[in-house]
């Protein structure tokens, strides 16, 4: 075939305009011999009349360069993928041979070239493959990822210049190729932006009137969603920038059209009635070691602009998806009463959502295979597994996805878990009271128990006994992070309650004979008896593991020594002189390297530097310090005279450390109140979050703030301020 009929029309001009961009784009990659070598190879072959156009009437030559194009696009142009997509067709056709190749290429592009001419056989015999020729390759490439990735970036390239062919049922049967094999891969793979294409172009040509109406809707309403992101944007702009050591950018993004409609086939709803068509990005240039302290501030600033929805929070900064996904979305009231999606994370994390597992590789700029392997030895897995069943197309589709299954009720409602998730794991997935009373399951009309591994597609409907509770032995069956968060807490909140029990059973008894309990000596006690957690001795008493005679003796032999061994008075205990002063009364005198002396900040009222103190002897020779105003102090005083010394802080200490200090806050539960409160803490110096604990009851609200904070100064600046939000009635030292 003639030059001039290989290259028709425009054809000529769109190649020279791809020559160009490969030749700047592969620069430093490719040799000047590289270039020449590929472009005599090629002539070569078109003036012997042997490339001709595909099945489809494309012209290959122009195909392969947009093949080499993206792939450079998705994990950089590498000197041996692009030489073997350019000269495969050559290669195929025989007017050059592997030994020349590998002579002047090495031998890893001899490689890749071997296995892309058995693609090209495949392709010339049918437009499309089989499900079954479609694993198999895969099987055989799974130990060159290139293949995989060379294989879904032709296909991507072939979609997009199929919307100028005629042959409406030959685009109708690419596309659905490219849903049942190739979306599913490139999703594995983490080849999402290719995969979003991929999805429109297979709807535009399977439900070409649906893809038309959705597309002129968005073309329609682009304007006016223009002018609203800008709107939107334009504040968090001018109040990011009053933080200079936040360097950043931001984009809106519009839903795909496929997203979109299989958002309106879900949820039921027309075009109109879907309002979050976009999202708002913020993407941040920081160090890594920033990265999660930024993501968190810029959050707060948006919520303190906008009201964000407390329930559309969405946290894979300190739990990324499996993956590899990292981000913090939330979803905020905007302008004319929309919500938007604000979706925060790093360049790094940007990368990893557009590009997957490939940004791994070209963002940490990694040339070897060695992250390949990790990944391909999951593929060959799923593909093994396969080869060993029935081929069934939409059963290959589900295993591609292999990260994750779909579990449905009875009812029809659809559930995602990881692979591998157990009965016990979809029970707290619908509800932690389901998963706690779980007993058991129906699978498919089957009955299974609650370590039953389950698959793709099963319908599951959960069995229940109100006598059933969590076991220690179910955080072995259970496969989620969810459900075993969920299972300690309720073995913490079950053994809580057995222990209360227990206590209150003891105190009963102990007045039964008449013996004064004593909350400090029973403490000593039980660290004596080697308990190192109270709740794990009084879960004993509770399961009757210890004979409660032995603690009443236990218990008189340190109340009523017969010695003054067991009992030291304040003036056999030796102190620090307070030099400071000059005073001659022996003070303790608390400072951070404070040697020599054993002593400890009392938990029941948690002093920090600045508040008034005193010292307490206790039973084991160490000292407890006390607020003034501790509610056992006036107890101790009383009972224990002897055991009572003068305490202070030392000057010199100030600032030097941080004491954990709770809050207790009351307020009405408003819209963002709780998000106030937490962002002028993290805006507040040399104080730190330890945790939150938010009850709503009706209107109002309850909880408590454990921090970390220097002095008492300090804590009452912090206490003013937050009784100065909106909403807040009583703010409280614990």
Known sequence: MSDVNLFRNCEREELFKLCRTLRKETLGELHKSDYRFIKEAITKAINEGKITRDSFGFNPIILDMQTAELIGQEIGFHREIIISILLSRCVELGTIGMDEITTICGENTTKILANLTQINALYEKSPTIESENFRNLLLSFANDMRIILIMIASRLVLLRRLFDYDNIEARKQ?????????????????????????????????????????????EETAASREDYIASFIRPIELELRKHPHLKFRIKGRTKSINSIWQKM??????????????????????????????????????????????????????????????????????????????????????????????????????????GLDNLLASIRDTLEHLAQEEV??????????????????????????????????????????????????????????????????????????????????????????RARSKIRQALKDITARQADMAREMLIRKFKNHKIEYDESMMDHLIRKMGYKRLSDFYQRVAEGGIDITDIYKRYNEIANPESNEAVQSAQDFTLITDKETGASNDVLVIERNLKGIDYKLSKCCAPIFGDEIFGFV??????????????????????????????????????????????????????????????????????????????SHDTLFSGTLTLMIDDTAKLKK???KIEGIKGVKQVKRV
């Not at 490219?178 to 490139?186: G, R, V």
């Not at 408003?670 to 962002?679: P, R």
């Open 392 to 481: 069934n197309e939409n059963k290959f589709k589900m295993e591609l996805y292999k990260d994750e299954i779909f579990i449905f009720t009875p009812k029809g409602d659809l559930f995602r878990l990881p692979k591998g998730a157990t009965i016990l794991d979809f029970a707290f997935c619908i509800h932690s009271g389901i998963g706690s009373k779980c007993t058991g399951a129906l699978v498919n009309g089957r009955n299974v128990p609650i370590r039953h591994t389950l698959n793709n597609g099963d319908q599951v409907e959960i069995i229940t006994a109100n006598s059933q509770t969590p076991k220690q032995a179910w955080l072995n069956i259970a496969q989620t992070s």
């Open 618 to 695: 206790t039973i084991n020779g160490g000292i407890s310090v006390h607020r003034k105003d501790c509610t056992n102090a006036k107890q101790l005083r009383e009972r224990y005279p002897y055991r009572i010394i003068e305490a202070r802080w030392s000057d010199s200490g100030k600032n030097k450390a941080l004491y954990p200090v709770t809050l207790r806050v009351v307020g009405h539960d408003d819209i963002g109140i709780v998000n106030n409160i937490t962002s002028l803490i993290t805006q507040e110096k040399d104080v730190i979050m330890r945790g939150i604990n938010i009850e």
């Open 265 to 370: 086939k879900r949820q039921k709803l027309p075009f109109e009635n879907i309002y979050d068509l976009f999202a708002i990005r913020i993407i941040l240039d920081s160090e890594i070691v920033n990265e999660k302290s930024e993501c968190w501030q810029v959050y707060s600033i948006i919520a303190d602009m906008y009201t964000p929805n407390p329930h559309r929070l969405r946290d894979w900064l300190s739990v990324p998806k499996s993956n590899g996904y990292e981000s913090l979305h939330t979803t905020v009231m905007g302008p004319e009463g929309r919500w938007v999606e604000v979706q925060i994370r790093t360049e790094r994390m940007d990368a990893i959502a557009e590009h997957g597992l490939a940004a791994h590789w070209r963002y940490k700029g990694i040339k070897s295979e060695k």
């Open 174 to 218: 690419v596309a659905n190729e490219a849903s049942k094999l190739y979306i599913p891969l490139a999703h594995k793979l983490g080849f999402y932006k290719i995969k979003s294409e991929m999805e429109d172009l297979s709807l535009r040509y399977t439900e070409s009137e649906i893809y038309a109406d959705l597309s002129k809707k968005l």
């Open 718 to 720: 912090l206490i003013t």
